[in-house]
Protein backbone atom coordinates (compact mmCIF):
# COMPACT_ATOMS: atom_id res chain seq x y z
CA UNK A 1 0.00 0.00 0.00
CA UNK A 2 0.62 3.66 -0.40
CA UNK A 3 3.12 4.81 1.97
CA UNK A 4 3.56 8.30 3.74
CA UNK A 5 6.38 8.81 5.88
CA UNK A 6 7.14 12.01 8.59
CA UNK A 7 10.54 13.76 10.08
CA UNK A 8 11.23 14.00 13.00
CA UNK A 9 8.66 11.73 14.56
CA UNK A 10 8.35 14.00 17.82
CA UNK A 11 10.66 17.39 18.97
CA UNK A 12 11.26 19.42 21.75
CA UNK A 13 12.07 23.07 20.86
CA UNK A 14 12.19 26.04 23.29
CA UNK A 15 9.73 28.98 22.70
CA UNK A 16 10.33 31.26 20.21
CA UNK A 17 12.08 28.88 17.75
CA UNK A 18 10.98 27.51 14.62
CA UNK A 19 10.51 24.07 13.57
CA UNK A 20 10.23 22.52 10.62
CA UNK A 21 8.20 18.81 10.28
CA UNK A 22 8.35 17.13 6.73
CA UNK A 23 5.84 15.17 5.10
CA UNK A 24 7.06 12.29 2.10
CA UNK A 25 4.92 9.91 -0.17
CA UNK A 26 7.53 7.47 -0.75
CA UNK A 27 5.88 5.15 -3.31
CA UNK A 28 3.39 7.22 -5.34
CA UNK A 29 2.73 11.19 -6.21
CA UNK A 30 0.86 13.52 -3.98
CA UNK A 31 -0.59 15.52 -5.68
CA UNK A 32 -3.00 16.68 -2.73
CA UNK A 33 -1.16 17.21 1.12
CA UNK A 34 -3.31 17.69 4.26
CA UNK A 35 -1.95 18.99 7.36
CA UNK A 36 -3.78 18.02 10.66
CA UNK A 37 -3.69 18.96 14.11
CA UNK A 38 -4.86 16.16 17.26
CA UNK A 39 -4.57 17.83 20.79
CA UNK A 40 -4.76 15.03 22.94
CA UNK A 41 -7.57 12.41 22.90
CA UNK A 42 -9.36 14.69 20.46
CA UNK A 43 -10.14 14.12 17.04
CA UNK A 44 -7.84 15.34 13.64
CA UNK A 45 -8.20 18.92 13.05
CA UNK A 46 -7.26 20.03 9.01
CA UNK A 47 -5.00 22.89 9.45
CA UNK A 48 -4.46 23.43 5.71
CA UNK A 49 -4.13 21.47 2.04
CA UNK A 50 -1.76 22.30 -0.07
CA UNK A 51 -1.02 20.77 -3.65
CA UNK A 52 1.98 20.97 -5.26
CA UNK A 53 3.39 24.15 -6.84
CA UNK A 54 0.70 26.68 -5.72
CA UNK A 55 -0.40 28.01 -2.20
CA UNK A 56 -1.56 26.14 0.24
CA UNK A 57 -4.84 26.63 1.53
CA UNK A 58 -5.83 27.11 5.24
CA UNK A 59 -8.84 26.44 7.08
CA UNK A 60 -10.65 29.34 9.16
CA UNK A 61 -9.13 30.01 12.24
CA UNK A 62 -5.13 29.24 11.35
CA UNK A 63 -2.63 31.27 11.32
CA UNK A 64 -1.09 31.07 7.62
CA UNK A 65 2.13 33.32 8.97
CA UNK A 66 2.41 31.15 12.06
CA UNK A 67 2.25 27.66 9.94
CA UNK A 68 3.81 27.82 6.68
CA UNK A 69 3.62 25.32 4.30
CA UNK A 70 5.06 24.49 0.97
CA UNK A 71 4.84 21.89 -1.15
CA UNK A 72 7.35 21.95 -3.87
CA UNK A 73 7.09 18.49 -5.14
CA UNK A 74 4.97 15.86 -5.99
CA UNK A 75 6.48 13.92 -2.95
CA UNK A 76 7.46 16.67 -0.22
CA UNK A 77 5.52 19.07 1.80
CA UNK A 78 6.52 20.97 4.87
CA UNK A 79 4.84 22.47 7.88
CA UNK A 80 7.20 25.13 9.76
CA UNK A 81 5.75 26.25 13.33
CA UNK A 82 7.47 29.47 13.57
CA UNK A 83 7.92 30.94 16.64
CA UNK A 84 6.28 28.50 18.43
CA UNK A 85 4.93 28.62 22.15
CA UNK A 86 3.89 25.97 24.27
CA UNK A 87 0.03 25.93 22.90
CA UNK A 88 1.62 25.00 19.38
CA UNK A 89 2.53 21.73 21.45
CA UNK A 90 0.46 18.87 19.54
CA UNK A 91 0.24 15.85 16.99
CA UNK A 92 0.69 16.95 14.17
CA UNK A 93 -0.21 14.38 11.10
CA UNK A 94 0.15 14.82 7.36
CA UNK A 95 -1.58 13.03 4.47
CA UNK A 96 -1.46 12.72 1.32
CA UNK A 97 -3.73 12.20 -1.78
CA UNK A 98 -2.63 9.52 -4.69
CA UNK A 99 -3.37 11.34 -7.43
CA UNK A 100 -4.13 7.35 -8.66
CA UNK A 101 -6.54 6.52 -6.66
CA UNK A 102 -9.09 9.64 -5.87
CA UNK A 103 -10.73 10.12 -2.87
CA UNK A 104 -8.60 8.15 -0.58
CA UNK A 105 -5.93 9.85 1.63
CA UNK A 106 -2.79 8.22 3.31
CA UNK A 107 -2.02 9.61 6.40
CA UNK A 108 1.74 9.69 7.86
CA UNK A 109 2.95 8.40 11.67
CA UNK A 110 2.75 12.21 13.28
CA UNK A 111 5.11 14.51 14.59
CA UNK A 112 4.72 15.54 18.03
CA UNK A 113 5.94 19.09 19.02
CA UNK A 114 6.40 19.73 22.26
CA UNK A 115 6.91 23.47 23.13
CA UNK A 116 8.76 24.54 26.17
CA UNK B 1 -20.98 22.15 5.38
CA UNK B 2 -20.43 18.55 6.27
CA UNK B 3 -20.37 17.20 10.25
CA UNK B 4 -19.49 13.81 11.48
CA UNK B 5 -20.88 12.67 14.92
CA UNK B 6 -20.02 9.50 16.94
CA UNK B 7 -21.89 9.51 19.99
CA UNK B 8 -19.51 6.98 22.11
CA UNK B 9 -16.80 8.39 23.25
CA UNK B 10 -15.44 4.93 24.59
CA UNK B 11 -17.00 1.49 24.13
CA UNK B 12 -15.61 -1.44 26.45
CA UNK B 13 -16.51 -4.87 24.39
CA UNK B 14 -15.42 -8.30 25.93
CA UNK B 15 -12.80 -10.42 23.51
CA UNK B 16 -14.47 -12.38 20.81
CA UNK B 17 -17.77 -10.54 21.78
CA UNK B 18 -19.05 -8.33 18.88
CA UNK B 19 -19.10 -4.82 18.28
CA UNK B 20 -20.53 -2.07 16.67
CA UNK B 21 -19.01 1.44 16.42
CA UNK B 22 -22.14 4.11 15.64
CA UNK B 23 -21.17 6.89 13.35
CA UNK B 24 -23.69 9.56 11.60
CA UNK B 25 -23.25 12.12 9.35
CA UNK B 26 -25.08 14.96 7.51
CA UNK B 27 -23.90 16.81 4.04
CA UNK B 28 -26.14 18.51 1.66
CA UNK B 29 -24.84 16.82 -1.40
CA UNK B 30 -23.37 12.91 -1.73
CA UNK B 31 -20.54 12.04 0.44
CA UNK B 32 -17.87 9.35 0.45
CA UNK B 33 -17.71 7.72 3.85
CA UNK B 34 -14.46 6.29 5.75
CA UNK B 35 -13.37 4.29 8.84
CA UNK B 36 -9.44 4.76 10.15
CA UNK B 37 -8.12 3.31 13.01
CA UNK B 38 -5.59 4.88 15.54
CA UNK B 39 -3.04 2.76 17.48
CA UNK B 40 -1.34 4.84 20.32
CA UNK B 41 1.40 7.18 18.92
CA UNK B 42 1.01 6.26 15.43
CA UNK B 43 -0.95 7.91 12.29
CA UNK B 44 -4.23 6.71 11.16
CA UNK B 45 -4.44 3.80 8.99
CA UNK B 46 -7.77 2.94 6.71
CA UNK B 47 -10.24 0.60 7.40
CA UNK B 48 -12.76 0.80 4.88
CA UNK B 49 -14.14 3.48 2.77
CA UNK B 50 -17.40 3.53 1.25
CA UNK B 51 -17.69 5.32 -2.48
CA UNK B 52 -20.38 4.22 -4.31
CA UNK B 53 -21.79 0.73 -5.24
CA UNK B 54 -22.71 -2.09 -2.65
CA UNK B 55 -23.55 -0.57 0.56
CA UNK B 56 -22.22 -3.36 3.11
CA UNK B 57 -18.11 -2.80 2.83
CA UNK B 58 -15.75 -4.96 4.00
CA UNK B 59 -12.34 -4.03 5.14
CA UNK B 60 -9.17 -4.90 6.83
CA UNK B 61 -8.55 -7.20 10.17
CA UNK B 62 -12.58 -8.47 9.99
CA UNK B 63 -14.46 -5.25 9.64
CA UNK B 64 -17.05 -4.01 7.88
CA UNK B 65 -19.70 -0.72 7.47
CA UNK B 66 -22.84 -0.60 6.20
CA UNK B 67 -23.73 2.66 4.58
CA UNK B 68 -27.56 3.56 5.37
CA UNK B 69 -28.43 7.10 2.93
CA UNK B 70 -31.87 7.22 4.71
CA UNK B 71 -30.35 7.00 8.16
CA UNK B 72 -27.47 8.70 7.21
CA UNK B 73 -25.13 6.41 8.99
CA UNK B 74 -22.19 4.46 8.64
CA UNK B 75 -22.03 2.16 11.91
CA UNK B 76 -18.20 0.22 12.11
CA UNK B 77 -19.16 -4.28 13.13
CA UNK B 78 -16.86 -6.53 13.24
CA UNK B 79 -18.29 -9.78 15.22
CA UNK B 80 -15.84 -11.39 17.21
CA UNK B 81 -12.86 -8.50 18.82
CA UNK B 82 -9.65 -9.35 19.59
CA UNK B 83 -7.26 -7.55 21.88
CA UNK B 84 -5.06 -6.11 19.20
CA UNK B 85 -8.14 -3.96 17.86
CA UNK B 86 -8.03 -1.99 20.93
CA UNK B 87 -7.26 1.47 19.28
CA UNK B 88 -9.00 4.50 18.18
CA UNK B 89 -11.75 4.68 15.88
CA UNK B 90 -12.30 7.59 13.85
CA UNK B 91 -15.23 7.91 11.20
CA UNK B 92 -15.03 10.54 8.22
CA UNK B 93 -16.41 12.18 5.53
CA UNK B 94 -15.77 13.67 2.23
CA UNK B 95 -17.32 15.59 -0.61
CA UNK B 96 -15.36 13.71 -3.42
CA UNK B 97 -15.27 14.33 -6.75
CA UNK B 98 -12.15 16.22 -6.70
CA UNK B 99 -12.79 17.69 -3.12
CA UNK B 100 -10.90 14.85 -0.81
CA UNK B 101 -11.02 16.99 2.36
CA UNK B 102 -12.37 14.83 4.87
CA UNK B 103 -14.11 16.06 8.09
CA UNK B 104 -13.46 13.77 10.88
CA UNK B 105 -15.44 12.81 14.18
CA UNK B 106 -14.23 12.91 18.06
CA UNK B 107 -13.66 9.47 17.84
CA UNK B 108 -14.71 6.12 19.55
CA UNK B 109 -12.08 4.79 21.92
CA UNK B 110 -11.97 0.60 21.54
CA UNK B 111 -11.52 -0.60 24.49
CA UNK B 112 -11.20 -4.66 24.45
CA UNK B 113 -11.44 -6.91 28.16
CA UNK B 114 -9.84 -9.92 28.30
Known amino acids: GAVVSQHPSWVICKSGTSVKIECRSL??????MFWYRQFPKQSLMLMAT?????????EQGVEKDKFLINHASLTLSTLTVTSAHPEDSSFYIC????????????FGPGTRLTVL | AQSVTQLDSQVPVFEEAPVELRCNYS??????LFWYVQYPNQGLQLLLK??????LVKGINGFEAEFNKSQTSFHLRKPSVHISDTAEYFC????????????FGTGTRLTIIP
Open chain 1, 95 to 106: SAGDRGLRDTQY
Open chain 1, 50 to 58: SNEGSKATY
Open chain 1, 27 to 32: DFQATT
Open chain 2, 92 to 103: AVSEGFGNEKLT
Open chain 2, 50 to 55: YLSGST
Open chain 2, 27 to 32: SSVSVY
